[in-house]
């Protein structure tokens, strides 16, 4: 008896660990999301200003970051869609994925 008590508590301690742990991962993956998609938008003002300027060397190291960074936040924003249990349709995100990814090869 006490040791069926005693798994019981184990079990529900290991239940909730792992579910703090989702959650903090989840969180994480929100936060690179979101810095990096700040980083991405920066570097593609950035590399806007380049080009207009007619600096197209400097536009495309500023639009390869900018896609690199597009690139972490769209997979963080996957990874966090995938523990939240969120995968009905993320054609969307994958088709943003690809684009960034043009972006990247673009100037290459």
Known sequence: ML???FSLLISFFISNTVIA????????HMQDWNDNSELATEHLKNAEKEFLNGDA???CVEQRKAA???ISATES??????????TD??????SGLAKWKELRDFCG
């Open 21 to 28: 742990d989702l959650d903090t991962d989840f969180k994480s």
């Open 68 to 70: 690199n960074y597009g």
């Open 89 to 94: 349709d993320l054609s969307g995100v994958r």
């Open 3 to 5: 040791l069926s008590i």
């Open 77 to 86: 924003l996957i990874k966090a869609f995938e523990i939240n249990g969120s």
């Open 57 to 59: 060397l400097q536009g």
